[in-house]
């Protein structure tokens, strides 16, 4: 049964081997660092812990700077397995000690895995863990003397924390002056609250404080939910040299205690039990935790998401306003259609000449193929310049966004100035894109009025403009608007838009133009949408390599592990 629930546990680890907050969203530092601390302790304690029961207890010794971890340790061995001195920090590198008979379990790398191990004396490297073996230590029962968690180097707090979370059992060091500080107590909360095994030897307490000090502190672990923790009071002594160890008699009680530990597998299972329901227990609260801040990152993606298709949605409404708004009638279009038509005062004649006025236009359509090729030249070009004005705009507006929230800031940050640069504006293949998109439509226009003409008795009438020269006047069609315009300008580009209008109406009837005119924006529209959309793509992609947090199959994986931990080897 106990396969099982190392089953759902090794479930559980593969659910966070992702990256659950891959942005700055609440208070992110704080909710990795959670993440981190459980992989560590899954890693380093309790799949190696539930997949060999009845492996040798490690105690971990730990505490606050100076407390005298190192020549603990060494007393309770009985020989210089570890050294100490004056400078801090002096645990550069972690010591385990262990009896030959239990050497190879350690050696092996089941327990604490990421850390690569060195044997023989001597100080160790920093970031290995250093292996002496020793028969002076009885089997059943290793000593880990570990960094200072009150470190002022944060590679060792945090290495002093991972050490603590992956042991059965703590020996938590501490002085007269430092027991009641408020870093060692945030540990021994930490233990209570994850049921782990733990025992305290209060050192260097001068002789007219042993009876006040160790009152006090007992009343303090009482007051924080730690009563009847074993306490065990050393008191200050004047040793010859600095290295020295304590004497044998002072460090009895402690060594007996952790001798009938290993000496007794009874007592030796029970705080592995303790320890290890402590650790599932505590699975319960910290892996929900976990899951809820995963829930607001996968929100807070779909805002920086929400936002980049908003910016898209603007620039597509600008290009909607760009077409009604006649201002792709004026400038070169309007010079153009001018030289198409070759006059001016065809407008006032237009409501009672029509007849007259097609037949002088399709003239002049007919006889100015040159004229004919500069409206479409100057046409095309206005609609490229709207389409790339309107993706530059979106681009602006999505990285405007994103740059006024936490995360979004975060994500263009890590993205690089490069990448950021570049998504402020249109992508560098749109302009080519945006060519061909507008010429496609052209051609698109030409078939409509080429369908349109086939085969009606508007086909003699439609046969006299030619097909470019109606396209040209349905291409002007859809931009039928002059709110834009001023002056002048409305007088021209409204006339260009009646008059485009007027000679259609009079090829293929009113109701027939304006599905031809709809038809030709609707496509339009389309094409610009498109591209718009391959934009935004450059934007949703950065949040599709994110991957978004799955806090469903890591709520599913936790709750496996609590349906399963009654199958906890007695």
């Known amino acids: 049964m106990a396969d099982e629930l190392l089953a759902a546990l090794r479930s559980l680890r593969s659910q966070l081997d992702h990256d659950l907050f891959p942005l700055a969203i609440g208070d992110v530092a704080a909710d990795r660092r959670a993440l981190k601390e459980l992989r560590g302790q899954l890693d380093d304690y309790l799949l190696p812990r539930l997949a060999a029961i009845d492996a040798p207890l490690l105690a971990v010794v730990g505490g606050s700077t100076g407390a005298g971890k190192s020549t603990l340790v060494n007393s309770l061995v009985g020989t210089d397995v570890t050294v100490p001195g004056v400078l801090r920090p002096t645990t550069l590198a972690p010591t385990l000690v262990a009896n030959p008979e239990d050497a190879s379990w350690f050696t092996a790398t ?3 895995p990421g850390l690569p191990r060195v044997t023989g004396m001597g100080s160790g490297e920093p970031g290995t863990l250093k292996i002496v073996e020793t028969a002076s230590l009885p089997e059943g029962l290793a000593l880990l ?7 002022v180097v944060i590679a060792n707090r945090e290495l002093a924390a991972q050490l603590l979370a992956a042991a059965d059992l703590w020996l938590f060091v501490t002085t007269a002056s430092r027991y009641a500080d408020e870093v060692p107590w945030g ?3 930490i233990a209570r609250e994850r049921s782990t095994a733990l025992g305290i030897i209060l050192q260097r307490v001068p002789a007219e404080a042993l009876d006040p000090v ?43 205690w952790l001798a009938d530990l290993s000496a007794d597998a009874k007592a030796r299972g029970e705080v592995v039990r303790q320890t ?59 010079a153009r259609w001018q030289d198409f038509i070759g006059t001016g005062d065809l407008m006032r004649s237009l409501e009672t ?38 993706a530059d705009g979106a681009a602006e507006r999505a990285v405007e966004s994103w740059l006024a929230t936490p995360s979004g800031r975060d994500l263009l940050e890590r993205a690089g100035v490069a990448t950021a640069g570049r998504l402020g504006r249109s992508s560098q293949g749109l302009a080519g894109q945006a060519a061909t998109a507008v010429r496609d439509w052209q051609g698109y226009v030409l078939d409509l009025v080429r ?10 009438r439609a046969a006299s403009f030619g097909v470019n020269g109606l396209g040209l006047l349905l291409m002007l069609a859809v931009f039928a608007s002059t709110g834009g315009l001023t002056g002048i300008e409305i007088g021209i580009a409204g006339g ?18 304006r599905t031809l005119t709809d038809r030709a924006r609707a496509d339009l529209r389309a094409r610009v949408r498109s591209l718009l959309d391959g934009e935004e793509v450059r934007f949703t992609a950065l949040l599709e390599g994110l991957g978004a947090p799955d806090s469903g199959a890591l709520r599913v994986a936790a709750r496996a592990v609590q349906e399963r931990k009654r199958e906890l080897p007695a």
């Open 110 to 112: 089941h327990v604490l």
């Open 145 to 151: 003397d570990a960094p200072d968690i009150d470190s």
């Open 187 to 189: 540990f021994l909360r």
């Open 214 to 256: 160790s009152k006090d502190l007992r009343r303090l672990l009482g007051a924080n939910g730690l009563g009847g923790t074993p306490l065990f009071v050393i008191p200050e002594l004047i040793l010859p040299e600095e290295n020295a160890r304590l004497p044998e008699t002072v460090v009895r009680p402690v060594k007996e």
């Open 276 to 334: 290890l329901a402590g650790a599932l227990d505590s699975l319960s609260v910290r892996v929900p935790v976990l899951a809820d801040a995963a829930d607001r990152q996968r929100l807070g993606i779909g805002e920086l998401r929400g936002m980049a298709e908003r910016s898209y949605d603007v620039g597509m409404s600008g290009f909607d306003e760009g077409m009604r708004d006649g201002s792709l009638l004026r400038g070169e279009v309007l």
């Open 353 to 390: 000449r029509v007849g007259w006025l097609r037949d002088r236009i399709a003239a002049v359509i007919t006889g100015r193929p040159a004229q004919d090729r500069q409206l479409r030249t100057a046409l095309e070009s206005g609609v490229e310049s709207l389409i790339r004005a309107t």
């Open 451 to 460: 369908s349109e003409g086939a085969g009606k008795r508007s086909s003699a």
């Open 496 to 513: 260009t838009s009646v008059l485009s209008q007027k000679l259609l109406e009079a090829v293929f009837g009113d109701q027939a133009v």
